[in-house]
C-alpha cells in the first residue's frame, strides 16, 4: 500500500496526521503578563513557537486562574500525574479515534514505511525557556536507549524484526528520521504512549539534554557524578539517573507539559505541578494554554478515605480510584457538595478480569495451562451476582475482548463465549481433570494436595475484593479452592515480572490496542499483568531462559509482530484473529463489561467547564489527558 493510500485509510479510521494550525497570539495569564512587564519572563511572542498547537475547546474559550484539586494515593500512584499532562510528542484525541500532533508538528512516512521523520515546532521552549529541538531526542536515542546500563533490554516499539534497535537521525534542528529493518505501520500509535511521565524511562522519547546530562557519565566527569550520587542517597549514577529523568520523581526537571512540578514530587503529601509559562499550545482565539493555574494532588491513605474526600466536594476532578461502588451517594451529593457526576465508557472488554499466570511453577500450573480447566471455571462464575454486586445492574457478561462498535470486535460468538452460569458442565471438566477430592470437596492434585488458587488484589480499582470474594465462593461449588491476598499495588507490580502472582484480578486496560503501548496480550510487555511472566523472560534472553511459548501464545506474538508491518485492513483482520484467540483460550478469564466501572464514574466541580460529556477512556488513551485538560477552566 502506497503512503498516500494508507495516510487516506488512516484518515477515514480517525488517525489522521493532522498538522497543528496557527492563530494570532492573543492573551496569556495575568500571572505571567505580571511577570513579563517586571522583566522576569520574556514575552509571550518569544516563548511561543512559530508554530504553535491549537486546541480547541468543548464549549467555550476560558479565562484563566484557579487549582484543580485531585487526589493520588501516593508514591506508587505516579499515573495519576501521567494521566493528567499527557506530555507525548503525539497523542489521542479525546475519542480515541486518532492521532493528533501535540508537542511535534507533525510527521510522514515513506513509501513501504520503513522511514518515518518527526517535524517539531522551531521555537519551541522547555519550561525553563531552553530551546526544545532535534538535540533533546537524540540524546535520549544516543544516551538512554542505546546505554546498556540504563536500558539493556531496550523498547519494544523501537525494534526491529531481528531485535536490534531502529535508528535515530538528526536531520535539521527541528527534523528527526526514525528508520525500521521492516514496514512499522505502529509508529504513531507506539509514540502517541510515549509520554515522558511513566514510572520508567523506558517510556521516554524526549528528554531535557541540558538539564540531564550533569547526571550521565558521557557529559559530566565521574567526580562530579560520584558527588550527585552520593548526595541523593544512590548507590549508581543509573538510579540518580532514572529519578532525575522522570519529572514527578525529580520535581525540579524542565518539562513540555502544560503544567509542571514546582520542585515537589510523588513521595510528597502534596505534590503540586504549575502552569508551563512555555507551553507550545493555545486555544482558538490565540491565547495561550493552559487556563487552569496548577493541578494540585493531595495525598490520601487509601481509597476508601479518597472516595469520601469527594463525596464531601474537596476534589475538582477525578475519575482515577474513584469506585464505581461510591457512584449512588456521589449522585446524592451532587447539588449539596457543588459538584457534577459524569461517566465514561471504556473501549469494552470486561471490567473485572482473572488472569490465570501460564509460567507458574507451582503445581498449580499444570492445571492453570489446561485450557478445559480454564473454560471450567469461567462457568462457574456467576456474572449475573457479580453484576448486582458490583456495577448496580448495569453491563452484560462478557469475556475480554473491544465492545461492538469497535473495528477489532471480533463478534458476539467471542465476546460471549463460556460466560453462561453452567455448574454442571464445570463440574463435568473438572471430574475429568481433578476426580480426587478431600473430605471437604475440594479438589486434590495429582500430588496429593488440595488445589488452592491465590487471587492477587489491588484494591485501588473497583470493588474487587468483593468479585474476588464470589468468585472464590462460586469456585468453591465445584471443588476448586481460592482465596484472595490483597497487596499494596507497588508490590503487587514488583511480583507480575518476578513470576510471583499465581493469578489476579485486573481490569481491561489495552484491550482496545493490541499493537501499541503495553498490552496484555503481548506476554514480552512489561507489565503483562501474570500472562506469561517467564515467556517474557524466554523471548528477552533469545530462549536461554524462561519457558517457550506454545503455539496458541507464539500465534498472538506472531499476529502482534506482523500488525506492525502491515496495512490497516491487514491490521484489522490480525486484531481479530489475536481476540478470536484470546476468548477462546481463556487465559483470561472475563466477568462483566461494558461499565463505567474503571475510572469510568468522575466526579467534576460545578464551576469546572469545557469537561467533555462523553470521552474515550482507556490507559493508553492517559484517559483524562486524551480530553486536553489544557483547555479545562473554572467559570466565575
Known sequence: MKRSTFLKSLIALGFSAIIGSTGAIAGESPDLAAMVKAGTLPPLNERLPEIPLMLPVVDEIGQYGGTLRRAFLGPGDHNNYTRAVYDALVRYAPDGSQIVPHIAAGWESNENFTEWIIRLRPGAKWSDGTPFTADDI????????????????????????????????????????????QPNTAF????ANLDGADKSISNLVFVPAHYLKQFHPDHTSKASLDAKVKEAGFDTWTQLFAVEALPHLSGNRPGMAAWVP?????????????????????????????YIDEI???????????????????????????SMSTYPVLKENENKANYRVVTWPTFGGSDAVVMLNQTWTGPEGEYFRNKD???ALSHAIDREAI????????????????????????????AFRYTELDMDKANSLLDGILPNKDSDGFRLMSNGNILDIEIGIVPQFGNWPDIGQLIVENWAEVGVKAHIEIRERTQ????????????????????????????????????????????????????KEGQAPPAEIKRLVDIIDEAKTSGRNRQIALAKELFRIWADNVWEIGTVGMTPMIQGVLVANDKLQNVPAVAGNDWPLRTPGDTRLEQYFYSR
Do not use: C
Open 138 to 181: 537524540m540524546f535520549w536515542y544516543d544516551n538512554i536507549l542505546m546505554n546498556q546500563e540504563l536500558m539493556p533490554g531496550g523498547v519494544g516499539g523501537m525494534k526491529n524484526g531481528d531485535g536490534s534497535m531502529a535508528s535515530v537521525q538528526k536531520l535539521s534542528d527541528y527534523l528527526v528520521k526514525w528508520t525500521y529493518k
Open 188 to 191: 504513531l500509535l507506539n509514540m
Open 262 to 290: 514546582d520542585g515537589t514530587t510523588v513521595s510528597d503529601q502534596v505534590f503540586t505541578i504549575k502552569r508551563n509559562p512555555y507551553f507550545v499550545g493555545i486555544d482558538p482565539q490565540g491565547n495561550q494554554l493552559p
Open 296 to 322: 494540585r494532588f493531595t495525598f490520601y491513605a487509601d481509597r476508601e478515605a479518597l472516595n469520601l474526600a469527594a463525596v464531601a466536594g474537596e476534589i475538582d476532578f477525578q475519575g482515577r480510584h474513584i
Open 373 to 375: 480447566f480454564r473454560i
Open 387 to 414: 453484576k448486582e454486586l458490583a456495577f448496580y445492574g448495569l453491563g452484560e457478561s462478557r469475556q475480554g475482548v473491544p465492545a461492538p462498535f469497535h473495528p477489532y470486535y471480533p463478534g458476539d460468538e467471542y
Open 492 to 543: 503487587h507490580f514488583n511480583m507480575r515480572p518476578a513470576n510471583e502472582l499465581m493469578s489476579e484480578i485486573w481490569n481491561e486496560d489495552t484491550t482496545g490496542f493490541p499493537f501499541s503501548g503495553q498490552p496484555k496480550f503481548d506476554p514480552r510487555s512489561d507489565p503483562a499483568l501474570t500472562f506469561a511472566p517467564l515467556i517474557a523472560k524466554w523471548y528477552a534472553s533469545g530462549g
